[in-house]
């Protein structure tokens, strides 16, 4: 496979990339109080220096309780946070990059880093973390609509403030995920139900309002996920037929790109066919996706991290994938992180160069 097809301008409404490359979104909490500080908008910059065709920022907290889990995650919200967002995409930009801010409610996902937290604050359709797990406070009516005019507020503040498209998360088990998750959302009103397609009425509300807020040509990016921290094998939707329930509605609301998340990228979504998710998830829509999942690192990280490895995992077969047109975009997560330089190093196929990641990359922000 010719590495030229990584490299092949992409455009889509007012998106317009250089390459097919994106650094995933990945959670660095180095943002004291909420603030994103002159280092986090050097730590975006080098990569947009560095051939990466679009960043993603880590989840940013909307304006909500609790919308954050850890007290040095970047919130998307109050002047003086935003004021910290706008030298960040002014120092990507400046540095030839495109970026957008991912916004994000954890929803009922208790803290991971030991920060005292009050319980009452966290929110999820069903006050539950996962499935039997009771966690946090049932969302009222209310906390719907204000947590969906929050998402749409941060929408049209990342417009303002320059960025290039806006990221909803509603993966992984946060939030949105909880209310498409069966094990989670236990409503009887309009935001729950049997079908995929009744449980995900607050995520294609969430997109109304967000497309509301920025116009047509400000292109909206869903995030999502089979499977959720709290349960590596949990699954939406079992056939192409329950995904399309899943998506489509989403996308007539006003998604224009999937990012489909899913563990290893190269992992068929279903037996019938080699497809992954994000390239099931283009078969059913139409829509734009981006492919995620272990890109670009080594077979000695992925066999220590996942217990496999093979040479369905390397960089050949994802650009086999690509020149297909399986997907249209590849967001590359833990080897960005580790070596800015990961896409000059491939666009000049100085694959010997490239460094391994370890993760003690995740303790610092460099």
């Given at each position: ?167 909803l998360h509603g993966a992984h088990g946060y939030l949105i995920d909880q209310f498409f998750w069966k094990g989670t959302n236990h409503r009887t009103d309009r935001f729950g139900g049997v079908t995929l397609a009744e449980r995900g009425r607050f995520a294609a509300e969430i997109i109304q309002a967000v497309r509301a807020a920025v116009g047509s040509d400000f292109a909206i990016i869903l995030r999502l996920s089979q499977w959720k921290q709290q349960d590596y094998t949990a699954r939406l939707a079992n056939t192409p037929a329950e995904m399309e329930e899943w ?120």
């Amino acid at each position: 496979m010719s590495i030229n097809t990584l490299f092949q301008p992409f455009s889509f409404k007012g998106l317009k990339l250089p390459n097919r490359i994106v650094m995933a979104p990945m959670t660095r909490g180095f943002s004291p109080d909420g603030y994103p500080t002159k280092d986090v908008a050097n730590y975006y910059a080098k990569r947009a220096a560095a051939e990466v065709g679009l960043i993603i920022s880590e989840g940013t907290g909307i304006a909500r309780p609790a919308s954050l889990n850890g007290v040095n995650l970047p919130r998307f919200h109050g002047e003086q946070e935003l004021a910290g967002w706008k030298q960040v995409i002014d120092a990507v930009h400046a540095a030839g990059g495109l970026m957008i801010p991912q916004l994000w409610h954890v929803g009922a996902v208790p803290s991971p880093y030991g920060d005292d937290l009050p319980v009452d604050l966290f929110e999820s359709p069903s006050g539950l973390n996962s499935p039997d797990q009771p966690f946090g406070r049932t969302m009222t009516d209310t906390d719907i609509a204000d947590t969906i005019a929050a998402f749409a507020s941060a929408a049209a503040d990342a417009k303002r403030l320059g960025f290039d498209a806006v990221e909803l998360h509603g993966a992984h088990g946060y939030l949105i995920d909880q209310f498409f998750w069966k094990g989670t959302n236990h409503r009887t009103d309009r935001f729950g139900g049997v079908t995929l397609a009744e449980r995900g009425r607050f995520a294609a509300e969430i997109i109304q309002a967000v497309r509301a807020a920025v116009g047509s040509d400000f292109a909206i990016i869903l995030r999502l996920s089979q499977w959720k921290q709290q349960d590596y094998t949990a699954r939406l939707a079992n056939t192409p037929a329950e995904m399309e329930e899943w998506l489509q509605p989403l996308v007539d609301a006003g998604a224009d790109i999937l990012h489909c998340s899913q563990r290893r990228f190269w992992e068929p979504e279903f037996d019938e066919s080699e497809l992954n998710f994000a390239g099931w998830a283009k078969k059913l829509t139409g829509v734009p996706t981006i492919t995620v999942g272990s890109v670009g690192l080594n077979g000695d990280f992925i066999r220590a991290f996942s217990g496999e490895a093979s040479q369905a995992a390397s960089l050949d077969e994802l650009l086999r994938r690509l020149e297909r047109g399986d997907f249209d975009l590849v967001a590359v997560g833990r080897a960005l992180l580790q070596d800015p330089q990961w896409a000059v190093k491939i666009h000049q196929n100085r694959t010997a160069d490239l460094m391994n990641f370890n993760p003690s990359a995740l303790a610092i922000l460099t």
